[in-house]
């Protein structure tokens, strides 16, 4: 075993150390992701913190407002928000009837598949959520839920730019934490 | 358990070095083709490559977060238009190779130097006789946005290390 590879393994387990501790510390956060795939395992990851939830008797409503989503590059993030037209329509909102969910119990996650009706870019479609919710402590639910969805389906033009283009299909994830639901 | 930290420990000991960039990975970008016309990378950049290389790679001074790549990303710094079908570049390359012989050095051989229009690359190639770094690379190169690719030439020899 040479220094190099003693020296490599030394950063990967503080790496990996020092990511678990990251990921420990943001437990509580929530989050959404976006993911966009283009051509040679081109990978879009759009995130942001910001999630609105809203509860009445019949639904639950999820809220991400599309300003804050990031890429990582100032200048994709741009082309997000006029893809989505963002001053027009400045939020995605997703739609879940309590009849279509399974609440989660003490010590008795639930899991499934939910029909949501998701408004984006000014338009509303029906779509399939995956979720798994669990119960934690002081009434505090975590909240794991993902939808597939065709860009076309909401009439908003897959993005291109200087002749890369990414797929209509996204991949939506969220995150989060709700008290009480 | 064992067998995953041994396979851990495998891949964190016995690994070599990745001939990338792993900002670029970090990123998203974790093949090449998105950014060069050669789909194992290397060399020539697509418009869309030479765009990304400004906004990720290079300092913008003064630039906005979000602002367009200034004219410096494209071909002879805008100039010029190539049609879309068709991607030129340029860059040189320089290179020596240093031989000793015995107690009598062989001197220094500067090699490389090459602008390419519309060829693609050129690289020193250490040969087996003489010692001598030769420039072994001839390729046009053209792509559409479908990245689809076409060349002729000789097969891109990166730096001296790839080989034919």
Known sequence: ?181 | MKAALFVLAAVGLISTAANAFPTMIRHGYTGCAACHTDPSGGTLLTEYGRAQSELLLSTRWGAAKEAEPSAASKFLLGAVSPPEALTLGGWVGAAGLHLERGRRQAGRRPRAADAHLPCRGAAPRPAARGGRARLRQRQVGAHTPEFTTGRCGDRLCQRGVRER
């Open chain 1, 1 to 181: 075993m040479n220094t190099r590879n003693v020296v490599t393994g030394f950063f990967l387990v503080v790496s990996v150390v020092g990511q678990g501790a990251i990921a420990l510390s943001r437990a509580g956060e929530s989050s959404v992701t976006v993911l966009a795939r283009g051509p040679a395992g081109l990978r879009i990851e759009g995130k942001s913190s910001q999630i609105d939830f809203e509860e009445d008797a019949s639904a639950l409503t999820f809220k991400v407002p599309i300003a804050p989503i990031e890429t990582g590059i100032g200048l994709r993030d741009r082309h997000l928000r006029e893809a989505l037209e963002a001053e027009k329509f400045p939020a995605a909102i997703l739609r879940v009837s309590r009849s279509e969910l399974t609440f989660p119990k003490e010590h008795d996650p639930a899991e499934g598949t939910a029909q949501g009706d998701l408004t984006l870019h000014g338009r509303s479609r029906p779509v399939q959520v995956r979720y798994r919710a669990e119960r934690g402590a002081a009434g505090v639910t975590r909240v794991h839920g993902s939808v597939q969805l065709d860009m076309r389906d909401f009439e908003i033009k897959s993005p291109s730019y200087l002749g890369v283009s990414v797929t209509p299909q996204v991949e939506v994830t969220v995150e989060m934490a709700v008290e009480g639901a």
